[in-house]
């Protein structure tokens, strides 16, 4: 079985502020993704990062996956309240069908 | 949102009562999955299907079967319902054509098994 770990699991914040989330593992991906999810809602997919050492950015928001494709990272820029909600890293093993999650972050952004 | 829907959204039932979820999607994807997602666990696979009566099992299928018999509606199905299956689940498409497994996901069903 392959496992996620992801780190903090929980964050709060004040708006303008900066943040990293982190997405780390034993094995090696072939793919990770990044999900964001309000509450109520199911998982909405931000990024995809295939590369190691790749880095994507969407908006205030910017992703690298690690160099021997075993973690990720996910930084925020001048987080906003927008911003709020559970971030998951999910990756793909062996080019497989399956996604495996991490346990999510809970970011909360005051105003 | 990929024409995924997910019936019903909410459902109380008790112990030992046979319970029936379904993932309808509108766009004719070959793969479809289940997933439960508890606090603190992130989401789990409990199913997943790769066409019309192509199934596999993941992580957490014990207590859980599925069956799909047409491209469009994915079941998954509690025989006899326990309390540890109180969770909120979550029905996925896979991205056609997606070489990474990038998925779109419905809105979730909440089951409270009392």
């Known amino acids: 079985t392959q496992l996620l770990e992801q780190s903090p699991q929980f964050l709060s914040i004040q708006e303008g502020e900066n943040l990293t989330v982190y997405c780390n593992s034993s094995?090696?991906?072939?793919?990770l993704q990044w999900y964001r999810q309000e509450p109520g809602e199911g998982p909405v997919l931000l990024v995809t990062v295939v590369t190691g050492g790749e880095v994507k950015k969407l908006k205030r928001l910017t992703f690298q996956f690690g160099d021997a494709r075993k973690d990720s990272s996910l930084h925020i820029t001048a987080a906003q309240p927008g911003d709020t909600g559970l971030y998951l890293c999910a990756g793909v093993w062996n080019a497989g069908n399956m996604l495996t999650f991490g346990g999510g972050t809970r970011l909360m952004v005051k105003p | 949102d990929a024409g995924i829907t997910q019936s019903p959204r909410h459902k109380v039932t008790e112990t030992g009562t046979p319970v029936t979820l379904r993932c309808h999607q509108t766009e004719n994807h070959r793969y479809m999955y289940w997933y439960r997602q508890d606090p603190g666990h992130g989401l789990r696979l409990i199913h997943y299907?790769?066409?019309?009566?192509?199934?596999d099992k993941g992580e957490v299928s014990d207590g859980y079967s599925v069956s799909r018999s047409k491209t469009e509606d994915f079941l998954l199905t509690l025989e006899s319902a326990t309390s540890s299956q109180t969770s909120v689940y979550f029905c996925?498409?896979?991205?056609?054509?997606?070489?990474?497994?990038?998925?779109?996901f419905g809105p979730g069903t909440r089951l409270t098994v009392l």
């Open positions: 299907s790769y066409g019309v009566k192509d199934t």
């Open positions: 094995s090696v991906f072939s793919s």
């Open positions: 996925a498409i896979r991205v056609s054509g997606s070489p990474h497994t990038e998925q779109f």
